[in-house]
């Protein structure tokens, strides 16, 4: 096993088997992959009262295991009297391995096995629908599970949701004409010095998508300005580059049992083409992942046709998109609601991408009234569950980091040339 990214990834068994050991954690046996007769232990945790139809969670990624990462998630969502759903995807923490300890295939690891391992849970848990809500990339496992197994749906939560592999070049598209070209009145200013700092050689082309998806999220508009206005004056090139590392770094990283994408990020490069061919363009999404992209399978495919499935889901749909979020941004929300039967929009303001991850009570609250039948009255209630809630998580953290590294680039000299 020896290391990936740089990180000692030898398996833990003993913090592995207390984990599984907890009450609300389960496993259904299921097979290494459909021509292979090995089978492994998938894990899922199941936690607040028992009901015929639970709220199964999907988190972004590839990567973010599920049973340690979001505990305090299911005890709010508890506490809301939700009966919660949580699966640890093949590949990933307690669900990372086969009966040898040996880690998964890459051809274990495809989206069609992941959708059809949460069918196999709820299955388990002899459950007949759910109300399934996918952040990210889990909402495009959570259509994945519509397109395959319809009859299993009884509403929809989409938070920040992927559409297709096609996603980067409407977000590449979208942000050039913002941050870029400057065609929207209050983003011309940004647009102007930015052309400046990448033709000065302050900045880095390839880095401008990154650092402007990172600093946006944090504030929107005032905050990525103070920092093009200090890197204006010769300062800002720590905080910037710090935001540059930033916006990678979850899929570098390597924690077990939290963030594990080495193994899945093969699901990523090859089927949902996060880096099929760099245009070189600025504000080109696929940038900051190329050198990422030679350790993983190239793209091949994308396995649904999502966008000609949506008219065909007759159920319930609430899409969630954050004011600031540039990684799956608001026009591919508005696509796929103009697409569904019965689907809303829900616009939350002061929110960048995952709703789930940067202010899960709204994320709860939305999913309970989508289970309570009130999906439609949720675009009305868009402000109070932005501002009335109190929002939790490490995304309040970062953008403390971010004002203060941004008051201390004031005191710094001056810098001349690459650090």
């Known amino acids: 096993m020896g290391r990936r990214f740089g990180v000692n990834t030898e398996y833990s068994a003993g913090l592995g088997a207390k984990l599984a050991a907890w009450p609300e954690v389960h496993s259904v046996r ?45 005890a709010d969502a508890t506490a809301l009297g939700l009966d919660v759903l949580m699966v640890e995807h093949r590949g ?20 069609d096995q992941v959708v059809e391992d949460l069918a196999a849970v709820l299955d388990d848990c002899g459950v007949g629908q759910a109300v399934v809500c996918g952040s990210s990339y889990g909402a495009y496992l ?34 050039r004409r913002l941050f870029w070209e400057g065609e929207e009145p209050h983003t011309a200013d ?16 390839e880095e401008i998508v990154t650092v402007v998806q990172v600093a946006y999220a944090f504030g929107g508009i005032q905050p990525l300005g103070r920092l093009l206005d200090l890197l204006c004056s010769g300062r800002g090139r720590r905080t910037w580059r710090w935001l540059a590392r930033l916006g990678v770094w979850k899929a570098e990283r390597f924690k077990r049992y939290a963030m594990e994408f080495d193994l899945v990020g093969a699901i990523a490069f090859r089927e949902l083409g996060l880096c099929p061919a760099p245009d070189g363009r600025a504000f080109d999404p696929n940038l900051p992942f190329a050198e990422l992209a030679e350790r993983f399978p190239p793209f091949e495919g994308e396995p649904y046709d999502l966008q000609s499935a949506l008219p065909g889901f007759n159920w319930p749909t609430v899409v969630i998109s954050g004011e600031w979020d540039l990684r799956t941004p608001r026009p591919i929300a508005e696509l796929i609601v103009e697409s569904l039967p019965d689907g809303v929009l ?60 941004l008051a201390a680039e004031h005191l710094l000299p001056r810098l001349r040339g690459d650090l």
Do not use: N
């Open 30 to 74: 299921r097979p290494v992959a459909p021509a292979v007769h090995r089978e492994f232990d998938l894990h899922y945790v199941r936690t607040g009262p028992r009901t015929d139809r639970p709220v199964l969670v999907i988190p972004g990624g590839p990567g973010p295991a599920s049973v340690v990462p979001y505990r305090s998630l299911r």
């Open 92 to 111: 990933v923490g307690l669900s990372r391995q086969d009966d040898d300890g040996i880690d998964l295939p890459l051809d274990a690891l495809t989206i």
């Open 142 to 175: 959570a259509q994945g599970l519509a397109v395959r197994h319809p009859e299993r749906i009884a509403a929809m939560v989409l938070d920040s949701p992927v559409l297709s592999a096609h996603d980067p070049d409407t977000v590449g598209e979208y942000l």
């Open 190 to 205: 940004i647009a102007r010095k930015l052309r400046r700092l990448v033709a000065e050689g302050v900045v880095e082309l």
């Open 346 to 405: 829900v616009p939350l303001t002061g929110i960048g991408h995952s709703i789930l991850d940067s202010h899960p009570l709204a994320f709860l609250h939305a999913a309970d009234a989508v289970l309570r039948g009130h999906h439609r009255r949720l675009p009305a209630l868009a402000g109070s569950l932005s501002d009335d809630l109190p929002r939790r998580g490490p995304h309040r953290l970062l953008r403390r980091i971010f004002d203060v590294r």
